[in-house]
């Protein structure tokens, strides 16, 4: 079983920069991937960025550039830098885990934060 803990999300101005925490407390390890999602207003929750356990990263083409998602595999603690914030990056934050490798597969879900970005 893993829990997830977010931190991080706030208020801030167009162009600024946020970062967001995820500590997992308990044990991730085989094949695994780490993701964080977004849910703005009235719209569905969307894929931000994953890391799979080989490290590699995916990105939504409307964040590329600007958001990086990483692990401190010490702290068992996720991240995502968000630099260039616009508006439209407005919405609740979650961190997601999906354990693969050992089996039976398993998702879980931070509780969420918000981030609010506007002048």
């Known amino acids: 079983q893993v829990e997830l803990v977010e931190s991080g999300g706030g208020l801030v101005q167009p162009g600024g920069s946020l970062t967001l925490s995820c500590a997992a407390y308990g044990n991730i390890f085989g094949v695994y991937v780490l993701a964080w999602h977004r849910q703005a207003i009235g719209k569905p929750r969307e894929l931000v960025a994953d890391l799979n356990s080989g490290g590699g990263t995916n990105y939504a083409d409307s964040v590329k550039g600007r958001f990086t998602i990483s692990r401190d595999n010490a702290q068992n603690t996720m991240y995502l830098q968000m630099n260039a914030l616009k508006p439209e990056d407005t919405a609740v934050y979650y961190c997601?885990?999906?354990?693969?490798?050992?089996?039976?597969?398993?998702?879980?879900w931070g509780q969420g934060t918000q981030v609010t970005v506007t002048s």
């Open positions: 997601h885990v999906r354990t693969i490798v050992p089996g039976p597969e398993n998702n879980y």
